[in-house]
T-cell receptor, first 113, second 110 residues
Framework: ETGVTQTPRHLVMGMTNKKSLKCEQH?????MYWYKQSAKKPLELMFV???????ENNSVPSRFSPECPNSSHLFLHLHTLQPEDSALYLC????????????FGSGTRLTVV | GQNIDQPTEMTATEGAIVQINCTYQTSGFNGLFWYQQHAGEAPTFLSY????GLEEKGRFSSFLSRSKGYSYLLLKELQMKDSASYLCAVKVTNAGKSTFGDGTTLTVKP
């Protein structure tokens, strides 16, 4: 356990479905992040939240919708995804915005069929 | 744009020393991270360099030269469990934007 918990661990969804990924951190950190990791590609930043406010949207398509109700919880709402969105979605947190090191969750392995 | 280069794969022998290099060209620089990622697991933090020089932490050391846009991760007394992917990442802004390299897959052989 890293202190950052992601659920579910695995998710298979159809292109017309709506689902949500959940991330919770128990570290008292103030910044949270969503990253996407596809096969043969580097980790790709999606969103950054600092003190519950979104400070970075890395040109992510609107079919991905983040939500940060408080500093400990982060969601990623998914709708009308494409097969190429299949990837490992990692949540991370850091003590300070920008951070001097992220703590990652174990990720959600998403498959879009 | 952001560009971070690392070797794709490296192989080394148990007990040996290996150096994994990383060069970067980024729009901003506020520090450089190294992470370790075992297959099927999340990345774990190894080191963070902001100033030039060598930072040592047990069997792992990390070096940074900002003027050359260059870093390396040095692993000593290699163990089989060190077989993993090693990710170099640059903190581009202090607001949370970091860019990752493709990672170097290290295989440690007996």
């Amino acid at each position: 356990e890293t202190g950052v918990t992601q659920t579910p661990r695995h998710l298979v969804m159809g292109m017309t479905n709506k689902k949500s990924l959940k991330c919770e951190q128990h570290l008292g950190h103030n910044a949270m992040y969503w990253y996407k990791q596809s096969a043969k590609k580097p980790l790709e930043l999606m969103f950054v939240y600092n003190f519950k406010e979104q400070t970075e949207n890395n040109s992510v398509p609107s079919r991905f919708s983040p939500e940060c109700p408080n500093s400990s919880h982060l969601f990623l709402h998914l709708h009308t995804l494409q097969p190429e969105d299949s990837a490992l979605y990692l949540c991370a947190s850091s003590q300070t915005p920008g951070g001097d090191g992220y703590t990652f969750g174990s990720g959600t392995r998403l498959t879009v069929v | 744009g952001q560009n971070i280069d690392q070797p794709t794969e490296m192989t080394a022998t148990e007990g040996a020393i290996v150096q994994i290099n990383c060069t970067y060209q980024t729009s901003g620089f506020n520090g450089l991270f190294w992470y370790q990622q075992h297959a099927g697991e999340a990345p774990t933090f190894l080191s963070y360099n902001v100033l030039d020089g060598l930072e040592e932490k047990g069997r792992f050391s990390s070096f940074l030269s900002r003027s050359k846009g260059y870093s390396y991760l040095l692993l000593k007394e290699l163990q089989m469990k060190d077989s993993a992917s090693y990710l170099c990442a640059v903190k581009v802004t202090n607001a949370g934007k970091s860019t990752f390299g493709d990672g170097t897959t290290l295989t440690v052989k007996p």
